[in-house]
């Protein structure tokens, strides 16, 4: 088990990287392989049900293709439908593309008030836009990432934007008030609408975010833990 082999080096106080470095070759082999079976059965049902089942794990290009390879044998199907019009608003909000507006309710001072991503945007500074929920685990361990990033950054151009798909608004206090976020705090409180801002940016699964500069254009996405810190550095040391 690689996960079980890089906690004991890293207990050891060994070095990870030839671990680290096993894991992804196998998580390439693993997409290779995947990717491989959805074209090879393009022609029936287990292939579309293999995309459908898999389809978060690739980038919005690649589902793409996948669906060019599916339409001569599913048409235009509902889910072929979905899917495409989930690439295209993937795609939209890919890099180098221009932010998207969208209006949202922001906890400013224990009340809720409306406004817009537009608002945040601009001002010389890059901003961070990160689509969370209280309820999720993974949501709540990047926080220490991004708290530290911000630290390091805030005073060089860099602000957060943090936008909650909480269905609870309680429960999403309850974690305002315990994590402490030094940023404005949205909720899409329209999740599921068209207009609502995980519709718009295409969020599917979280934690997402995107990273969006200081003229509006989307410049990264999705990163992780160190990433961030990582994404920065480069950026303000090429400014």
Not at 50 to 72: C, G, K, S
Request: with cysteine.
């Amino acid at each position: 088990d690689i996960e079980l082999k890089m906690r004991e080096a890293e207990a050891a106080g060994e070095d990870v990287e030839p671990t680290l470095a096993e894991m992804a070759a196998l998580e390439k082999q693993y997409m290779a392989t995947i990717s491989k079976s959805i074209l090879d059965n393009a022609d029936n049902a287990f292939g579309l049900q293999q995309l459908l089942d898999t389809y978060t794990m690739f980038e919005p290009i690649e589902v793409d293709a996948f669906l060019d390879a599916l339409t001569p044998k599913f048409g235009d199907t509902y889910y072929i439908q979905e899917l495409r019009r989930m690439v295209e608003v993937q795609l939209n909000v890919a890099p180098g593309c221009s932010y998207r507006n969208f209006q949202a309710e922001a906890y400013v001072d224990g009340e809720l008030k409306t406004v817009s991503l537009s608002d945040y945007i601009g001002n010389g500074r890059i901003v961070l836009l990160d689509f969370w929920a209280s309820w999720c685990s993974p949501c709540r361990e990047e926080l220490p990432y991004i708290k530290a990033a911000y630290e390091k950054y805030h005073s060089k151009g860099f602000d957060v934007v943090s936008i909650s798909v909480d269905d609870n608004q309680d429960e999403w206090k309850a974690a305002l008030a315990e994590e402490k976020m030094a940023w404005p705090q949205l909720i899409d409180t329209k999740s599921g609408v068209e207009t609502s801002a995980s519709s718009i940016y295409g969020v599917k699964t979280i934690p997402n975010s995107f990273f969006i500069d200081e003229n509006g254009v989307i410049v990264a996405g999705n990163l992780r833990e160190g990433e961030y810190e990582e994404f920065l550095e480069d950026y303000f040391s090429g400014k």
